[in-house]
Structures are given as structure tokens and as C-alpha cells.
């Protein structure tokens, strides 16, 4: 099921529309929804979505959450006056399910970007970074280098590889991509996919990374929200 909220859609722009997936399950936050869960006196995908919202780079924005929800979503987004939003759907089984609901909720556009709904920190210059990069090579990921050095771990817990830092980049969102090139790679996949870079990559279509931000975190955790909410606290200050 689709839902319009102020349709404002416009063929050819060369902004983003935003794809912003918040149908997981948050199994790892004991079973509480984080998209709804209060921060800095709002809840946390408002965050999301007033960051998108604000940004000069953002044209539209597909918001897509678990079916039980999308009426929440939808009081929501008019309570707290979200701007930009066009559409508001329910997700899939899989996140990737969810994804291209959001597409097709989004409808035809030149460029799209896919982002988590519990990364609430995204900044205005991220997503000016990503409209750019993605004007040049089609696909396009924030990403930021890992700080810590990483173990492949095998059976028993022993360590079977050390890969070599320099070249481990730990990917985030936004995700762009010409919308044509995204909707291919979804209707092609073979399996499952953790995100859709990934996906573009089975392709294979090159993929560039462009800089993050290491305060763009998502929330998965209890102990990452409260990370969140002290970085949301020491913007606004």
C-alpha cells in the first residue's frame, strides 16, 4: 500500500530523491521499534527525515517502514510539518524487498539515494558529496576508513586472515545511484543482499565511495542511541 503526502514530484530534477528504509525489525534493540523511539524531543526517524528534509540536495523523499506502522508514520510526518515527503509505504520480508517498494513508491527519477532511517546525524554536506558523485559515475556510497584493525575469525574463535587496513572502508549511507541502474539491479539479483551497493556490484558496475562522516551512525544498539542522542544534543547547541 502507497500513501501520497504532498505529492510534489518533479520529472527531471537533478536533486536526489531519497529512498529512506525503516521497516527493520530492531531485533537488537530487545524488540523496540528504534525508528519511533524519542530523542531530543522527537522521535528518531523525524531526525532522519528533518536532516533529508533540510538539505538543498534533496528534491524528494519515499519514506518506507513496516506495514503495522504506517499510519504512525504518516501522524508523524504531519505533526512534526516533514518536509519534502511524497510518499510514505510499507516495507517487505527483506530489506531489499523494502528498498524497491520505496522505488516504486518514489517513481522514475534520474538519481536516487538510499538511506537508513536510523542514521539520524547524515549531514547537509554528505549528501551534497553523494548528488555530486554520483553525477559523475552512476553509483556512488558514503563510506568512512576503519579506525580499528580487523580480524577474520574462523572456527574456534582463531583468527584466519588480518586484512590490511589501509584499504578497509566501512560503508554507510547514503547510497546513490542512477534510479535505472538501482531498479536493474534489483530486478537481477540473485539472492540477498545486505545493501545495494552490493547489489549494483553483482552488475558489475563499478562503485565509488566518497567521504562519510564518522558521527553518521546507525542506530542498532541501546548503547548507539545514546551515542545518537549526545551527538543530536551537541549539534543543536
Same mark, same amino acid.
Request: net charge negative; glycine share 8%.
Given at each position: 500500500?502507497?500513501?501520497? @503526502?504532498?505529492?510534489?514530484?518533479?520529472?527531471?530534477?537533478?536533486?536526489?530523491?531519497? =529512498?529512506? @528504509?525503516?521497516?527493520?525489525?530492531?531485533?537488537?534493540?530487545?524488540?523496540?521499534?528504534?525508528?519511533?523511539?524519542? @530523542?531530543?524531543?522527537?522521535?528518531?526517524?523525524?531526525?532522519?527525515?528533518?536532516?533529508?528534509?533540510?538539505?538543498?540536495?534533496?528534491?524528494?523523499?519515499?519514506?518506507?517502514?513496516?506495514?503495522?506502522?504506517?499510519?504512525?508514520?504518516?501522524?508523524?510526518?504531519?505533526?512534526?510539518?516533514?518536509?519534502?515527503?511524497?510518499?510514505?509505504?510499507?516495507?517487505?520480508?527483506?530489506?531489499?524487498?523494502?528498498?524497491?517498494?520505496?522505488?516504486?513508491?518514489?517513481?522514475?527519477?534520474?538519481?536516487?539515494?538510499?538511506?537508513?532511517?536510523?542514521?539520524?546525524?547524515?549531514?547537509?554536506?554528505?549528501?551534497?558529496?553523494?548528488?555530486?558523485?554520483?553525477?559523475?559515475?552512476?553509483?556512488?556510497?558514503?563510506?568512512?576508513?576503519?579506525?580499528?584493525?580487523?580480524? @577474520?575469525?574462523?572456527?574456534?574463535?582463531?583468527?584466519?586472515?588480518?586484512?590490511?587496513?589501509?584499504?578497509?572502508?566501512?560503508?554507510?549511507?547514503?547510497?546513490?545511484?542512477?534510479?535505472?541502474?538501482?531498479?536493474?539491479?534489483?530486478?537481477?539479483?540473485?539472492?540477498?543482499?545486505?545493501?545495494?551497493?552490493?547489489?549494483?556490484?553483482?552488475?558489475?558496475?563499478?562503485?565509488?565511495?566518497?567521504?562519510?562522516?564518522?558521527?553518521?551512525?546507525?542506530?542498532?544498539?541501546?548503547?548507539?542511541?545514546?551515542? =545518537?542522542?549526545?551527538?543530536?544534543?551537541?549539534?543543536?547547541?
Amino acid at each position: 500500500m502507497i500513501r501520497s @503526502v504532498n505529492q510534489t514530484h518533479a520529472e527531471g530534477d537533478d536533486r536526489l530523491g531519497v =529512498v529512506v @528504509v525503516a521497516a527493520g525489525r530492531s531485533t537488537r534493540m530487545g524488540g523496540t521499534d528504534k525508528t519511533f523511539t524519542e @530523542v531530543q524531543g522527537a522521535p528518531l526517524i523525524v531526525h532522519t527525515l528533518r536532516r533529508l528534509g533540510a538539505s538543498e540536495a534533496v528534491e524528494a523523499i519515499a519514506l518506507v517502514v513496516a506495514a503495522e506502522t504506517v499510519s504512525e508514520a504518516e501522524t508523524l510526518v504531519r505533526r512534526f510539518g516533514v518536509s519534502k515527503i511524497t510518499s510514505i509505504c510499507a516495507g517487505g520480508a527483506r530489506r531489499q524487498d523494502s528498498v524497491y517498494a520505496g522505488l516504486m513508491a518514489l517513481g522514475q527519477r534520474r538519481w536516487v539515494a538510499i538511506h537508513d532511517g536510523a542514521r539520524p546525524c547524515v549531514s547537509a554536506d554528505v549528501l551534497t558529496r553523494g548528488l555530486d558523485a554520483v553525477r559523475q559515475c552512476n553509483a556512488a556510497i558514503a563510506a568512512v576508513p576503519v579506525k580499528d584493525t580487523i580480524k @577474520v575469525v574462523g572456527d574456534e574463535g582463531l583468527i584466519t586472515h588480518t586484512p590490511e587496513r589501509s584499504a578497509l572502508w566501512a560503508a554507510q549511507t547514503p547510497q546513490v545511484f542512477e534510479y535505472r541502474l538501482l531498479l536493474e539491479a534489483h530486478r537481477n539479483a540473485p539472492g540477498d543482499f545486505t545493501d545495494d551497493a552490493a547489489m549494483v556490484e553483482a552488475l558489475g558496475h563499478p562503485v565509488r565511495v566518497f567521504w562519510g562522516n564518522y558521527d553518521n551512525l546507525k542506530v542498532t544498539t541501546p548503547e548507539d542511541l545514546a551515542i =545518537v542522542d549526545q551527538i543530536i544534543s551537541e549539534q543543536a547547541g
